[in-house]
Every structure is written in structure tokens, then in C-alpha cells.
């Protein structure tokens, strides 16, 4: 079978992660980019464009991969689902609530295939986690507690390679920590509940650089969510930060280095992965969207299931707004 032909939205700084990742998925090859800079569209693929719409028109891919900024979403999101293209496009999934539910609402009306581009989950050491988790052998979950760090927010001058981070009026919880909340719904099931404390350190940006959340399973199950942008457990740690999970029969930790603990000292997996984005989970996530594509499945963070994930964000900001927990809601009213 020959490769379904895809198109790309965004050649920026994390754009590069998905086209890197799409070289090395034999079911799928990029045939056209779009971004303001044409140089670095045609270096993305063959056929170089700035206008989306048109590179719809003329390229009619199988697929597209929006990797933009938030706020270009849901344009191009209306914008594919019209032509009735199949879509990956990588989160945020949109500044507003509202924008989010008319994303899922316009692909659902169209009947257009839909992912979120979700990659924390499949970072391979939650994965492992995930099977363990699955299989039983630890028994019940008791709590958890996700630690996350990098030290980029530091400074006069924080967030380099994403400056635009600056003036975020929202920045941790929704362009961070929605990673971590997807993951413990990937892990332990959805969510019931969540308290959040925010705050901001560092004076030269808009948006929360610290928060600690709670959230509460609908099987009664809570774990920590604790992160910041200006501080390291590890230089460059491949999960961006560390992770422990205590159960009836014991514990397991993801460590800053990705390896998978159990116990004290029992090593479970080592990680080994050399290539790619945080364990190559950007590769994996879009193997992941063509496969299940072309299988006719099921995407693990397709529209309407990563709502729950939004909403739990959105219940995150209320909370701290609030001083108290939030229900997160499971009605989206569509």
C-alpha cells in the first residue's frame, strides 16, 4: 500500500519535532508544508505554500497535520473538515472553550477523522506504566504524584526558543500541565474533581510559571500535579521532570532520566531512546493517528474525548479563581 500523502501547517520551533517524526513513519509522507516562511516549508517538503486554504485545494492531501499556534486552530480545523480532509492537529487544542466544542462540533458535522496531537502519553516510560498498570500486578492504585521542571522561565528574558510563551495571559496549566492531566486519564481513567493553586514568579511574563494541582478520579483515586518553569530536577530531562505511583503491592517511579522503577531499586526499563521528542513520542503519536487511520479506528485523543482534558483546564483556572475544588463536567452539550 502506498503511503498516504500529508500535508503540514507550521514549520516552527515545535512544527520541526512533527516533521522529523513523519520521516520515520513508512505510512505516511509529508507531500506539502504550509508556513509563513517558504524557505522553511519547501525544506519541510516538496511543495511549499503560505496560504493553507490553497494548499488544500491544489494538493488535496489524505491528511493534515496542523502544528500552529492555538488561535489558527479551529480556522483550520473548519477549514479541512469543509474539504472533508482527515486531521491531527497538536495541542493546546484552542485558546477559548468555546472554540474547542466548534472544533469538535464542525468535524463531527462533516464526519472527518480528528485527533488531538497528545504526545505525553505516549512517551514510551508512561506506556510502560500504562501496561503495568493494566495488568494488575500492583494491585489497586493508592496515589500519585507527577513533579514537573524546566529552566526556561528563568530570567529577564525567559522562554527563548518559544518567546511568545511570554505573553500568554494562561501559560503552565494550559500549555504544560494539560500533558500531565491527559496522562493520569490515560493512566487511572477521567477525572471527577480538581483544585489548583497558581501563581506567577517570574514578573517579566503573563500567565501562572507555578501550580500545584490537585485531581480527583472519578474512582475516587487523587494525585499531585506539582510544576514549575524555572527550576530542573535533571539537566534536560527527558520526561520534564519525574513521576512516582504507589499501589497496594508497591510503587513504581519514572525517573528524571525515563528510566521505570520498581520499588527501592528495581529497574523495569531503561530508557534507551536516543532519537526524537521526550522517548521519540511525537513519532509515535502520528504513527499512531495513520495507523488507526487507515485501520479505521478509534484515535486514543480523538475531539470529543480530549474535551475531557480541556474541561478539567478550564475547571483548573475556575479553581484558582474560586479558592475551592471544581467539578469537572462530562456534558459538553453536543
Not at 503573563?206 to 485531581?215: C, F, Y
Not at 513520542?281 to 480541556?310: C, I, M, P, W
Amino acid at each position: 500500500m502506498a503511503p498516504l500523502r500529508g500535508a503540514i501547517a507550521g514549520c516552527g520551533f515545535f512544527g520541526q519535532f512533527h516533521i522529523e517524526g513523519w520521516r520515520r513513519i513508512p505510512e505516511a509522507s509529508l507531500i506539502a508544508a504550509c508556513d509563513p516562511d517558504l524557505a522553511r516549508a519547501l525544506a519541510a517538503a516538496p511543495a511549499a505554500y503560505s496560504d493553507f486554504e490553497k494548499m488544500l485545494d491544489e494538493v488535496k492531501p489524505d491528511f493534515v497535520d496542523i502544528a500552529t499556534r492555538p488561535e489558527l486552530h479551529l480556522p483550520m480545523v473548519r477549514a479541512a473538515a469543509e474539504r472533508r480532509i482527515p486531521i491531527v492537529c497538536q495541542k493546546p487544542m484552542a485558546p477559548s472553550w468555546a472554540d474547542c466544542i466548534e472544533m469538535v462540533r464542525c468535524v463531527e458535522t462533516a464526519g472527518v477523522p480528528f485527533m488531538i496531537h497528545e504526545n505525553w502519553r505516549w512517551q514510551e516510560w508512561y506506556r510502560i506504566v500504562g501496561g503495568i498498570v493494566r495488568s494488575g500486578v500492583m494491585g489497586a492504585p493508592v496515589t500519585y504524584t507527577f513533579r514537573t521542571r524546566k529552566r526556561d522561565g528563568a530570567g529577564p528574558e525567559p522562554y527563548v526558543l518559544q518567546p511568545y510563551f511570554r505573553v500568554m495571559p494562561r501559560l503552565l496549566l494550559f500549555e504544560t500541565l494539560v500533558h500531565h492531566i491527559d496522562t493520569a486519564r490515560f493512566l487511572f481513567g477521567d477525572l471527577k474533581t480538581i483544585y489548583a493553586q497558581l501563581r506567577r514568579v517570574n514578573p517579566v511574563i503573563q500567565g501562572e510559571d507555578q501550580a500545584h494541582l490537585v485531581v480527583t478520579h472519578e474512582t475516587g483515586l487523587s494525585g499531585l500535579i506539582d510544576g514549575n518553569r524555572f527550576t530542573d530536577l535533571a539537566p534536560d530531562s527527558p520526561p520534564l521532570g519525574d513521576a512516582s505511583f504507589e499501589f497496594e503491592n508497591g510503587c513504581l517511579r519514572v525517573t528524571a532520566t525515563g528510566d521505570v522503577i520498581r520499588g527501592a531499586s528495581e529497574l523495569v526499563w531503561k530508557n534507551e531512546i536516543k532519537i526524537g521528542y521526550r522517548g521519540d513520542s511525537v513519532r509515535a503519536t502520528s504513527q499512531h493517528f495513520v495507523r488507526t487511520l487507515l485501520a479505521g479506528g478509534q484515535f486514543e485523543s480523538n475531539g470529543r474525548d480530549y474535551l475531557k482534558t480541556v474541561a478539567a483546564v478550564e475547571a483548573g483556572y475556575r479553581s484558582n479563581a474560586e479558592g475551592r475544588p471544581i467539578a469537572i463536567p462530562t456534558d459538553f452539550g453536543l
